[in-house]
């Protein structure tokens, strides 16, 4: 397993083996993002006291858990970069940081959207929304912080530094609405309580978090397969591919 691990992680190898597996992240993206908008935007009956305006919860929650996750996920490769000085980890790292910062900024405006007929706002400085927008400001800094130095592993190593130390806003996001009085509803779906229920809201909510985790699998390879290009242009195997895409 090691192995089969440690040869992925090879650029080379990753840059072959991921132009293969794209359309079966992308596919799925496409197929479950139509389901999900129709079940939520046409099967998913109206809210008794939101009416109507509750349906944007379909693309701000899963946006707002790709937030999170999305950040963990670079938080991760960031120490494998930073202790294995493995490439592969610190390009994961770069190129999610966009989508993280895409997704945080979707949730923040579907949230100030839904807000507004709920709230008569749309922000509030809300534990929630203000945990939120320091991911958003965390997602910045990194990227700002990696496009500082000239050399690719300095940056990394710094960018890599202040990702991890970003990790304890993650918990504050999760837990802002227990351990404060926020205006901000309750968690959506946790292991332990499921506050939709009804079947149809849940599922359509379900179809939608699934599809936007295969765009994020789609949007980072792609990403990847460039920024390994970048990176990687002075050796053999890239002027190869360069060539052949000349042909």
Known sequence: ?????QAFASPQNFYQISEKIIPWFLSPFIILTLLGLYWGLMVAPIDY?????????????????MSMLVYLIMAIASGIGLIWQIKLANVVAKVSAPIGAAFTFLALITGAVWGKPMWGAWWV???R??????LLFLYLAYMALNNAFDNP???????????????????IIHYSVQWWNTLHQGVSLGINKVAIQDS????????????????????ILLRARDEILFREQNTRWVKAVIMGDEK
């Not at 929304?129 to 320091?134: D, G, N, Q, R």
């Open 125 to 127: 400085w809300d534990a």
């Open 200 to 219: 149809d809201m849940l599922f359509a909510l379900l179809l939608m978090a699934t599809a936007f985790k295969f765009l994020y699998a789609t949007l």
């Open 153 to 171: 592993k300095t940056a990394a190593k710094a960018s890599s530094v202040l990702a991890i130390i970003g990790l304890v806003n993650l918990p």
């Open 129 to 134: 929304l203000t945990s939120e927008l320091i």
């Open 49 to 65: 006291q939101q009416g109507e305006s509750y349906r944007i919860m379909f693309i701000h929650v899963p946006a707002a858990w």
């Open 1 to 5: 397993m090691w192995k089969w691990i």
